[in-house]
Antibody, heavy 123, light 108 residues
Framework: QVQLQESGPGLVKPLETLSLTCSVSGGPIETYYYNWIRQTPGKRLEWIGDIKYNTENTKYNPSFKSRVTMSVDTSKRQLSLKLKSVTAEDTAIYFC????????????????WGRGTLVTVSS | EIVLTQSPGTVSLSPGDRVTLSCRASESVAGNYIVWYRQKPGQAPTLLIHGASSRATGIPERFSGSGSATDFSLIISRLEPEDFAMYYCQQYGSSPITFGPGTRVDIK
């Protein structure tokens, strides 16, 4: 059974870079798209972007595009998220989630989520 | 980007009640690509409905979805204790993917 688990520092200083990883265990990984989604303290959900595991092709939400980088470490079965120049508005729970694959078709809704990791931006 | 609006913001009900939650899009959603999630406190969202009206695997029949174009609904026919939670709609018809602000279903 595939599981996703996010990890990373819980506290980041303003203007520094937030770095998180998502470990994928227990099943096939290569053909899927993996997404980063965050939930603000006000409970809003925001899609940050996605990455295709086996090609490392990415698509970013324009709201984050200038600050975000996603990548893959195939040797560790991990995905990573880097968000630079953070502010207090980047305080959120960050989730990784897998897009649905039906046959050969990918759909951008999410049937598998990690438990999320809270990141607080504060000096 | 498509902006999703959900109503009501909060609703207070009793176990066994029926509830209809609304999700309205700022423009027509391609393919009626709307999903609904339930989120319990401290947990990630759980997929309930995809393609506006198809129940996800393992989701009970008390959950149903309907709608097209810009107006979509999630109906819970009889609320169970575990259904008192937050509900979100999400569109995946165009990029960027967007979510509604959520509806909280509280116990009266």
């Amino acid at each position: 059974q595939v599981q996703l688990q996010e990890s990373g520092p819980g506290l980041v200083k303003p203007l520094e870079t937030l770095s998180l990883t998502c470990s994928v265990s227990g099943g096939p990984i290569e053909t899927y798209y993996y997404n980063w989604i965050r939930q603000t303290p006000g409970k809003r959900l925001e899609w940050i972007g996605d990455i295709k595991y086996n090609t490392e092709n990415t698509k970013y939400n324009p709201s984050f595009k200038s600050r975000v980088t996603m990548s893959v470490d195939t040797s560790k079965r991990q995905l990573s998220l880097k968000l630079k120049s953070v502010t207090a508005e980047d305080t959120a729970i960050y989730f990784c989630a897998r897009s649905v694959l039906i046959g050969y078709y990918h759909y951008w809704y999410f049937d598998l989520w990690g438990r999320g990791t809270l990141v607080t931006v504060s000096s | 980007e498509i902006v999703l609006t959900q109503s009501p913001g909060t609703v207070s009900l009793s176990p066994g009640d029926r509830v209809t939650l609304s999700c309205r899009a700022s423009e027509s959603v391609a393919g009626n690509y709307i999903v609904w999630y339930r989120q319990k406190p401290g947990q990630a969202p759980t997929l309930l409905i995809h393609g506006a009206s198809s129940r996800a695997t393992g989701i009970p029949e008390r959950f149903s979805g309907s709608g097209s174009a810009t107006d979509f609904s999630l109906i819970i026919s009889r609320l169970e204790p575990e259904d008192f939670a937050m509900y979100y709609c999400q569109q995946y018809g165009s990029s960027p993917i967007t979510f509604g602000p959520g509806t909280r279903v509280d116990i009266k």
